[in-house]
């Protein structure tokens, strides 16, 4: 008996072995000539990355209205997670791979960096694009390049940089950046308003269903740089789109900073899905190092009948701090909420939604699906409000936790606001469970491995959320899932 | 195939199994009886190699292998399979899907390629036909929401699918009804071969109309008190356990 324990332990060892090895493969890191700021935060800095890309005066004011109002403001400490305290004058807020010459096309972009985005599985050139998926690609502080621009100007779509929205659509950019997430609205948000780099635009014309997956990827090289990115899609009456967003870092032992804002816009009777799959790097078994993840995700169902769908599969980051929301201002508008997240290790995470219900019979959903190992902390945090004028509307909340040993802790923090509203209707349910040993030796004694067996149960734990991303960004989560959950069953 | 001696068994420091001798041959089918709380699922548990279930003393060889120094995966690769007394619940998790996968880790153990998709689902819906289930359940999480009938067929569904050399059927005939009992029995015969070896875990002689044991034995209080051939079993129906309240000795000495 002694012996069959002492040979587990050694094949347990082995295989965590193996893991500490295997486990974050995307933890490299390029060699490539940056062109950089010094470190620190100030005015100068915020007019330099203005003046690098050569913004027009509106910009500049309304970053330095942003920086002014920040510094005014406290990191806020509401979220149920322990954070090292960062020292923002001690993180670099631009860094560019430096050009050779001005690009024209995709082919003069560095080879350093697309080998960089095909070791990650994101082909940049052109005959190796990934069929049906248009992508922009972002390392550091830029976007380096953007796929099937051209092909999507044939339908009006507009898919490009920030940067270049800013150079050639300055009038939609001052129409609508901030006027979902407005520059004062949170600590994050607002330092991102402030020194924010680059990112993706896009925007789906009159009637235009988008032919293809719109999707970002973001990468952080560079040590001790903060990552500061906004996205903005606007959908306007009956268009519809399909955005996917991607992201890795290197290994580095120092904690890094992402704090990006997303903007999401829908008019009359357009259908706006997000998803995410989130990869940070994590840290290492011992919490040291990984990804601080601050974002502030909100759109804006401003149309009639419009929709905005958000799904997440959140395994890296070292914390994770968001919470992607809807306002269904429209009439019959449609918000939905479907969140897979994985800690593991000491890995952090809280999550969630908000929906704010202004519209008449509005819709939304929620599904959250927590799932916590090693001596990792996952909290669900939601706020479902449903205003007066918000009648007969209705929300379904459904968070559940899954614990995978017994150092690991899920909260649930739901808030729930019915202002004078009789004839709408909130529905929560919520549940904590931890992985069965019956469940698990069952699919062990019919030949599944222990890894096998975790995975298999996550994987149906999170089924309804999965569901809902693309079939090959499905296949990635799952993996992932894999990944991030080896090791976490004691 | 199994040879058991002397074991001793027990749970959170509480002696369960005192001593169990059982060689069980190529193409034998035994069943053992016996009173709730003898110790027989204990005995299924602990060959299927459930942890908690710690050996004190004795061993377990099959195919002339230490049992207790196999994980429960590589047990069941190596050809075990434990038909749970209470099939478990996977929500979410697909049926097909969970078959296919418990089928080629055991193919890939044996150094076989994995079953082709197309040529397992024509397997699974002939077996299916043959234990009366309806296709929907492929489509089903694994277990879940079925009903105690169709838990257990989906037990034998596994069984024929997967082929393991030695079967041990824990109480699959509780909550049967007779038709849904005669099913699964027949299921259980069409395993049966030269080379299938079974072991019936029972509390009622009536699964024994269906499938004809080889040998009989009777377990009580953690000990095999009385062997025989099938006729046991009529005995017993007849006279009930009381009847051999007074052989508390197991046959055959362990020390």
């Not at chain 1, 520059?183 to 991102?192: H, K, M, Q, S, V």
Request: with cysteine.
């Amino acid at each position: 008996m002694d012996r069959k324990i002492t040979d587990k332990k050694e094949e347990e060892r082995k295989l965590f072995k193996e893991l500490e090895n295997s486990e974050y493969k995307y933890g490299f890191k390029t060699e490539i000539d940056m062109d950089t700021v010094g470190k620190g935060l100030n005015e100068d800095i915020v007019r330099l990355i203005s003046e690098k890309k050569d913004e027009p005066d509106f910009l500049l004011e309304w970053r330095l209205r942003a920086f002014r109002h920040w510094k005014t403001m406290e990191m806020p400490d509401w979220a149920h997670l322990k954070i090292n305290p960062i020292d923002f004058q001690e993180i670099i807020y631009y860094a560019a791979p430096k050009k050779k010459k001005e690009l024209k096309s995709l082919d003069e972009v560095d080879e350093e960096i697309i080998d960089t985005f095909n070791r990650l599985g994101i082909p940049l050139e052109e005959q190796k694009k990934l069929s049906g998926v248009a992508v922009d690609a972002v390392f550091d502080s830029v976007s380096v390049a953007t796929t099937f621009s051209e092909k999507l100007k044939e339908l009006g779509v507009i898919f490009c940089s920030f940067s270049e929205a800013v150079k050639n659509h300055p009038e939609l950019i001052k129409k609508y950046l901030g006027s979902v997430v407005p520059y004062r609205d949170n600590f994050f948000a607002t330092l991102n308003s402030a020194v924010f780099s680059d990112g993706t635009f896009c925007y789906i014309p009159k009637g235009v269903i988008c032919p293809m997956d719109l999707s970002s990827y973001f990468r952080i090289n560079t040590a001790n740089i903060g990552q500061f990115e906004r996205t903005l899609i606007i959908a306007e009456e009956r268009s519809s789109v399909n955005y996917l967003e991607g992201c890795t870092a290197p290994m580095r032992d120092e904690n890094q900073l992402h704090a990006a804002v997303v903007e999401l816009i829908a008019l009359d009777d357009a259908k706006i899905k997000y998803s995410t799959v989130q990869n940070w790097y994590p840290g290492d078994k011992e919490g040291k190092g990984g990804i601080y993840n601050f974002v502030t995700k909100r759109g804006i169902c401003k149309g009639d009948n419009s929709k905005i769908s958000w799904t997440q599969v959140e395994t890296g980051s070292a914390i994770t701090w968001k919470y992607p929301s809807c306002i269904l201002k429209g009439d019959n508008s449609v918000g939905e909420f479907y969140s897979v997240a994985v800690t593991n290790n000491y890995q952090q995470a809280d999550t969630g939604t908000k929906m704010i219900h202004l519209g008449k019979n509005t819709k939304s959903t929620i599904i959250s699906k927590g799932i916590s190992g090693g001596h990792s902390n996952n909290s669900y945090r939601g706020l479902v409000r449903m205003t007066n004028s918000a009648t007969n509307s209705r929300n379904f909340s459904q968070c559940d936790s899954l614990l995978l040993g017994d150092k690991c802790g899920a909260h649930t923090f739901p808030y729930i606001e019915i202002h004078e509203n009789n004839s709408s209707k909130v529905e929560h349910e919520a549940t904590t469970s931890r992985i069965g040993e019956n469940q698990l030796f069952y699919l062990q004694q019919r030949g599944l491995s222990m890894e096998d067996a975790v995975s298999m149960i996550v994987n149906g734990f999170c089924k309804e959320v999965l569901n809902e991303l693309p079939m090959e960004f499905a296949v990635e989560a799952q993996k992932l899932l894999d990944i991030s959950l080896e090791g976490s069953v004691g | 195939m199994l040879k058991i001696e002397c074991l001793n068994v027990e749970i959170d420091n509480k002696e369960i199994l005192k001593g169990i001798n059982l060689e069980v041959n190529k193409g034998e089918i035994h069943a053992i009886m016996g009173p709730n709380g003898s110790g027989k699922s204990t005995l299924t548990q602990t060959i299927a190699g459930r942890e908690e279930y710690s050996i004190r003393s004795g061993s377990i060889l099959y195919k002339g292998m230490d049992l207790s120094k196999m994980a429960p995966e590589i047990r069941a690769r190596e050809g075990i399979f434990a038909a749970f007394q209470y099939p478990i619940e996977i929500p979410g998790v697909n049926n097909t899907y969970f078959l296919r996968t418990a089928l080629n880790a055991v193919r890939k153990h044996k150094g076989l390629e994995d079953v082709e998709a197309f040529d397992f689902l024509k397997l699974v819906k002939k077996e299916m036909k043959e234990i009366g289930m309806s296709e929907d359940m492929l489509r089903r999480s694994v277990n879940e929401g079925f009903s105690g009938g169709e838990k257990k067929r989906n037990e034998i569904l596994q069984l024929s699918i997967l082929q393991p050399d030695l079967a041990i059927l824990d109480e699959t005939d509780s909550g049967l009804d007779i038709d849904a009992l005669k099913i699964v029995s027949e299921g259980v015969n069409r395993f049966h071969g030269p080379e299938k070896s079974i072991i019936l875990i029972t509390h009622y002689q009536r699964l024994l109309d269906y499938i004809k044991p080889d040998f009989v034995h009777v377990l009580s209080n953690g000990r095999i008190i009385k062997s025989g051939g099938s006729e046991l079993a009529l005995e017993l129906e007849e006279r009930g356990y009381d009847w051999l309240n007074g052989l508390s000795e197991a046959e055959g000495e362990c020390k």
